[in-house]
């Protein structure tokens, strides 16, 4: 199987025609003010003019009211959600279908997580960081290994990629899915066209590598 490949905290043109020229899957536009990655609804709609067939747009946010995401998803509509904070299961369900539900990698929490989220049907894939909000923190991959039979929703991988790790990472969890945000970047909210095309590649070799 293919790892689909997500470029996360996109904020300009150039970031989104190097993530589609890098052949990603997706990109991210995010909605949470407090991030550093923070773009305006207004200008993420502009962006997703951009992006060519078969590449989503994925509007992500920590702990927003059901009346803010609406109210942006009608600006800037997006094919995926990621709510990447402490929302309730009432949230999740009224903010899908379509929801990816990212959630925070503790051994002692890991399973219940993976059993909660698995059982709610607006939920499309689980995401799984080493942080809360969706900062980038790596985690012991291996330990994750063990807990991923517990869901049969899809799994994506973040926290603290990078071009160099990323394929240890594939190889460890056979994911359906990588985000990475910071370690494609020369500065936080600046994507580099290098590490991204780098990015991509190494995910393609990793993939070779396993099968």
Not at 187 to 198: H, N, S
Request: glycine fraction near 8%; include cysteine; aromatic fraction near 6%.
């Amino acid at each position: 199987m293919r790892t689909r490949v997500k470029i996360c905290g996109i904020t300009d043109e150039e970031g989104v025609l190097a993530a589609c020229d890098a052949g990603a899957d997706a990109v991210g536009f995010v909605f949470h003010p407090k991030s550093r990655r923070f773009i305006d609804p207004e200008e993420a709609f502009e962006l997703v003019a951009y992006l060519p067939p078969f590449v989503s747009s994925i509007g992500l946010y920590v702990d927003a009211t059901v009346e803010r995401f609406s109210d942006i998803e009608e600006i800037c509509p997006t094919d995926r959600v990621q709510l990447h904070g402490n929302e309730s299961d009432d949230v999740v369900r009224r903010c899908g279908p379509g929801v990816i539900k990212a959630v925070r990698f503790d051994p002692d929490t890991i399973a219940k997580e993976l059993s909660r989220w698995d059982g709610i049907d607006e939920v499309d894939a689980i995401l799984i960081d080493g942080s809360a909000g969706g900062e980038g923190t790596s985690f012991d991959w291996t330990k994750l290994a063990d807990h991923t039979h517990l869901t049969t929703k899809p799994i994506i991988l973040a926290g603290g990629l990078t071009p160099q790790n990323v394929g240890e990472a594939i190889r460890t969890i056979r994911p359906y899915a990588v985000d990475v945000s910071s370690g494609v970047e020369s500065e936080p909210g600046v994507k580099d066209r290098d590490l991204i095309e780098a990015f991509c590649k190494a995910v393609q070799s990793a993939d070779a590598t396993a099968e």
